[in-house]
């Protein structure tokens, strides 16, 4: 029961590539204004992802 993909095209994408198209897929039919969207909405959502684990990383530190 393997879950992972053998698709070729899949594996060459990078890390990065990989995680937008899972948490915002970017459809072929999709316009302009909506792939500027979903791209600003992972960026956003992965600096915010980014801010947090600083802050609780920072957090953990100055308690050690």
Same mark, same amino acid.
Request: aromatic letters at 10%; hydrophobic letters at 50%; glycine letters at 6%.
């Given at each position: 029961?393997?879950?992972?993909?053998?698709?070729?095209?899949?594996?060459?994408?990078? *890390? @990065?590539?990989?995680?937008?198209?899972? #948490?915002?897929? +970017?459809?072929?039919?999709?316009?302009?204004? !909506?792939?500027?969207?979903?791209?600003?909405?992972?960026? *956003? @959502?992965?600096?915010?992802?980014?801010? #947090?684990?600083? +802050?609780?990383?920072?957090?953990?530190?100055? !308690?050690?």
């Amino acid at each position: 029961m393997n879950n992972e993909s053998n698709d070729p095209a899949e594996e060459s994408k990078s *890390l @990065f590539e990989r995680l937008r198209n899972s #948490i915002f897929p +970017i459809n072929p039919t999709d316009g302009l204004p !909506v792939r500027m969207l979903k791209n600003s909405g992972f960026y *956003l @959502f992965a600096v915010m992802v980014l801010l #947090i684990s600083l +802050i609780f990383g920072g957090a953990i530190m100055l !308690v050690l």
